[in-house]
């Protein structure tokens, strides 16, 4: 299907990591949400598991864009990773100064660039229960403001 898109479209890929594993270039954008032990069906250990998923990053220049969630260590070390702008989100209060905070406490979830902030919603708008859903959204709200530059 790739073949079939044009220069002007986008394309929307989740990888696993044992498709990252043997990449040699990094995607234009990339997110990098929740890398944690849970995910070791196919990997010898989390060590492991986290080289394969460094190649969504590990390649970028400054044209690139990442979006990397810092509530999970592994993801904050994938993140550091290559030369793009980085944007960073945060369910957990981690201090975000590029990216979006979503306050666990308040509910507001609020989007930062250079020192700037605004509130875009609140947390009870969101209809998917669970964290975890608002930790996605953040990410893919932060994705399409960088897919927009």
Request: net charge negative.
């Amino acid at each position: 299907m790739l073949e079939q898109a044009s220069a002007e479209e986008w394309v929307i890929l989740e990888l696993s990591s044992f498709q990252l594993i043997d990449l040699k270039k990094s995607s234009h954008l990339a997110v990098v949400l929740m890398v944690t032990s849970e995910h070791l069906d196919y990997h010898a250990d989390l060590q492991e598991y986290v080289q394969a998923k460094q190649a969504i990053t590990k390649f970028q220049s400054f044209e690139d864009f990442a979006i990397v969630n810092v509530d999970f260590e592994n993801s904050r070390q994938i993140g550091e990773l290559g030369s793009a702008k980085k944007y960073f989100v945060s369910t957990l209060g981690k201090d975000v100064k590029d990216g979006i905070i979503a306050d666990r406490q308040s509910g507001k979830v609020v989007f930062w660039e250079n020192g700037e902030s605004q509130e875009f919603l609140n947390a009870s708008e969101i209809l998917l229960p669970g964290w975890h859903n608002i930790q996605n959204i953040c990410a893919a709200s932060m994705a399409a403001t960088a897919a927009s530059r």
